[in-house]
């Protein structure tokens, strides 16, 4: 059984700070690329950060670039995203995603997961 469990939303006033964590279980953890997704009312979902399977490198959007840091414990299974200095359109549902390339024969696959969102609201 997979799962991806999202926490640490909340309530958060402009210039605050908030940890998502994200607990992994049902796969190989160390084996997946982490991110974190977003999505605020009547928006596309969008990427926020991305992790590379052993923690070596990251990607960020540019919303969000010098405020968030992602961040993973393969020990734990566990994936992190550190919001600094949130904005209001920093609103939205986070979600977390896991993703791992297959080698096969003739081609590659991708397997993915998703969490199911934890709710980050940033309001004065």
Request: net charge positive.
């Amino acid at each position: 059984q997979v799962q991806l469990v999202e926490s640490g939303g909340g309530l958060v006033q402009p210039g605050g700070s908030l940890r998502l964590s994200c607990a992994a279980s049902g796969f190989t953890f160390s084996r997946y690329a982490m991110s974190w997704y977003r999505q605020a009312p009547g928006k596309e979902r969008e990427l926020v950060a991305f992790i590379t399977s052993t923690g070596s490198n990251t990607n960020y959007a540019d919303s969000v670039k010098g405020r968030f840091t992602i961040s993973r414990d393969n020990a734990k299974n566990t994936v992190y995203l550190q919001m600094n200095s949130l904005k209001p359109e920093d609103t939205a549902v986070y979600y977390c995603n896991a993703k791992t390339t297959v080698a096969a024969i003739y081609r590659n696959y991708d397997m993915v997961y998703w969490g199911k969102g934890t709710l980050v609201t940033v309001s004065s």
